[in-house]
């Protein structure tokens, strides 16, 4: 499956290991070692979004970091995955940041963590993963409850419902991202519907009504 499939009706363009400055450049960001300089403490999220091939994991993490550039903050984003096949595990990281970053190693331990398909929802992986006080989405058809979760922020959304229902298959990103956006609020949906607007040049109604009716469907634990 290529790029331009995965928003059901394709993206103009990928970024792959995206990084944005405020000048609208843009470097392809190789993963290492290094520092965040940060003028007035840290004020850095990192988030994992994790699902499986065809789901638009990746193309999601890109208009998100699109998204929280054109809001004004510094995005970074790359991605990680296995064979090139639907249904194939992927996970995409995104940084985001009032102040320019300089870390470009992996994302080991995320303030917010996506789950795109809840087979891969692992209760005693998050608590490794997430630290208390965690943003967690997980697209779900029905709620989740779990006391080891208490200390987190937890919102859920059946993604594959509304995606299917609004034409776009099996592809859920923009519905995520809509769920999202609502759950943690670091952008505004004006915004995100924008750059989906911006970004998907085939089914952009569509993708459009799907993020907008996750964002007002979010139901958080």
């Known amino acids: 499956m290529t790029t331009s499939e995965l928003c ?47 789901q638009g994991v990746v193309v999601g993490s890109e208009i998100l970091a699109r998204a929280c550039f054109e809001e004004g903050m510094y995005p970074q984003c790359y991605s990680l995955f296995g064979g090139e096949r639907r ?10 940041s009032d102040n320019k970053i300089y870390l470009k190693c992996d994302i080991d331990h995320p303030n917010h963590l996506i789950v795109f398909d809840k087979a891969l929802f692992n209760e005693k992986e998050i608590l490794k993963q997430v630290g ?30 509304i995606s299917k229902r609004n034409g776009l298959g099996a592809v859920v990103n923009t519905a995520i991202l809509g769920a999202y956006v609502r759950l943690t609020q670091v952008i505004g949906l004006d915004r995100l519907l924008k750059v989906i607007e911006e970004t998907v040049p085939g089914a952009v109604d569509q993708n459009v009504a799907a993020a907008r009716e996750a964002y007002e469907r979010l139901s958080v634990m």
């Open 132 to 161: 208390a006080g965690g943003f967690l989405l997980l697209n779900m058809d029905e709620g989740y409850l779990s006391a080891a979760l208490k200390d987190y922020t937890v919102g859920t959304i059946d993604a594959l419902e």
């Open 8 to 54: 059901g009706g394709g993206v103009k363009t990928g970024y792959p290991r995206l990084c944005l400055g405020r000048e609208g450049q843009e470097s392809a960001g190789e993963i290492g070692s290094g520092t965040v300089e940060l003028k007035e403490g840290p004020k850095m999220i990192e988030i994992r979004l994790q699902g499986r091939g065809g």
């Open 87 to 96: 249904g194939a595990p992927v996970a995409a990281f995104v940084r985001i």
